[in-house]
């Protein structure tokens, strides 16, 4: 089946690596839960000849999410943490990156205690202005890397301003799109030159699997990852490769209605008088502009993300609040059908200092809500009798 490269989103979700199988005409392609595959001769396969290096399942979860943010190549790995780990991979001791300062806290982990004790050199900054990005720039620098919109601050950095500063120093531009997914937002459209998502997120959407996903259109780029897919070898399992195909046939209406539920639910925490209510689809949040223009649907439109931070203030309200709710569950991850809640300060940025952790407004009263696709007059009931 040829199609349409014009064809839009949610066609693409649906068709792009789930075309019938020849061989039997089933419409949903097999799981090919194989380590090896079987030779004719010496350097004579069907292109396959084990599983590291190439499955047919991986290879049409690959295609299908390359599509989906409008890139050419898809390298698939097993978590998302693997997919940034094979990021900084093709890199050198000596070289020099610029981070997002309010980055995911597992990227935080992994570039300072173990890249940095292989000779790499990190800046963490504040992408919000460009300048920090601009001043930090060195002679050694090879990339830039950010997380928009942040985990769990919900910064945002501008994209195609960024990417025209990393071309006219030469310096590659990587995005983290976990948090819009490639419904909400295709950063290689604006300038971008690699994404990674942790497909467990909403690409999965079911919380029923780990894994993750870099996109690009760059060859040499893909060359040199889908190299290090093969030689590291974290790379995720035909059956986990199946059900994420699955999942992204029905992306685009989760993450669309999640974010609805999540824009009803902001405006209306944002009148419960608390410390704080950031989401970007907010007039008060200081980015709403950028957040209105950056993030769209393929048709779009603005839509502004499924995640809520809130304030709390105090640790015993936070307790309080958290141990009366009855739907959303207190757990770590986010992109699921389900809502789930967590406290950023102790679970996903344990690992960061308390004293960076201040430095960036993450508190032990802020609170991350992950919206779900439940009806959201039950979510907002459950929220207003824990509050």
């Known amino acids: 089946m040829s199609l349409n490269k014009d064809l839009k989103f949610s066609t693409i979700a649906v068709h792009v690596g789930n075309t019938a199988d020849p061989s039997t005409g089933a419409i949903i392609p097999p799981i090919y839960a194989t380590s090896t595959y079987k030779q004719d001769g010496v350097n004579m396969h069907k292109g396959f000849d084990y599983s590291r290096a190439a499955n047919p399942t991986r290879e049409?979860?690959?295609?299908?999410?390359?599509?989906?943010?409008?890139?050419?190549?898809?390298?698939?790995?097993?978590?998302?943490?693997?997919?940034?780990?094979?990021?900084?991979?093709?890199?050198?001791?000596?070289?020099?990156?610029?981070?997002?300062?309010?980055?995911?806290?597992?990227?935080?982990?992994?570039?300072?205690?173990?890249?940095?004790?292989?000779?790499?050199?990190?800046?963490?900054?504040?992408?919000?202005?460009?300048?920090?990005?601009?001043?930090?720039?060195?002679?050694?620098?090879?990339?830039?890397?950010?997380?928009?919109?942040?985990?769990?601050?919900?910064?945002?950095?501008d994209i195609k301003s960024l990417s025209q500063i990393c071309k006219n120093n030469n310096l590659l531009l990587g995005v983290d799109n976990t948090f819009m997914s490639p419904y909400g937002q295709r950063p290689l459209e604006l300038g971008a030159d690699i994404v990674m998502h942790s497909s467990t997120k909403f690409i999965g959407g079911q919380s029923d699997l780990l894994g993750g996903i870099l996109v690009t259109n760059s060859a040499k780029l893909a060359d040199q990852l889908y190299f290090i897919q093969k030689s590291a070898g974290a790379t995720p399992s035909a059956f986990d490769c199946w059900l994420l195909l699955r999942s992204t046939k029905t992306l685009a209406l989760r993450f669309q209605r999640q974010c609805d539920s999540a824009f009803i639910l902001a405006k209306w925490l944002e009148g419960k008088n608390l410390n704080r209510v950031i989401y970007p689809g907010l007039k008060s949040f200081p980015q709403y502009a950028l957040a209105k223009q950056q993030q769209q649907t393929p048709a779009g439109q603005s839509i502004f993300g499924s995640i809520i931070s809130i304030d709390l203030g105090s640790i015993e309200y936070r307790d309080s609040f958290l141990s009366k709710l009855k739907i959303f569950s207190l757990a770590e991850s986010l992109g699921g059908v389900e809502s789930l809640i967590c406290n950023p300060f102790h679970m996903t940025h344990g690992s960061i200092s308390v004293h960076r952790k201040l430095s960036m407004s993450i508190t032990e009263g802020l609170i991350r809500i992950s919206v779900g696709i439940e009806d959201v007059i039950d979510l907002k009931n459950d929220l207003e009798q824990a509050l």
């Open 60 to 157: 049409r979860h690959e295609k299908n999410v390359a599509a989906l943010e409008g890139g050419a190549y898809g390298i698939a790995f097993s978590t998302g943490m693997a997919a940034t780990t094979a990021l900084f991979q093709q890199f050198n001791s000596g070289d020099h990156f610029i981070i997002s300062r309010n980055t995911y806290g597992g990227t935080y982990r992994v570039l300072d205690e173990v890249f940095q004790r292989h000779g790499f050199e990190f800046d963490f900054v504040d992408t919000r202005d460009l300048s920090n990005v601009e001043n930090h720039i060195k002679t050694n620098t090879k990339m830039v890397f950010i997380e928009t919109p942040t985990n769990p601050l919900l910064e945002i950095t």
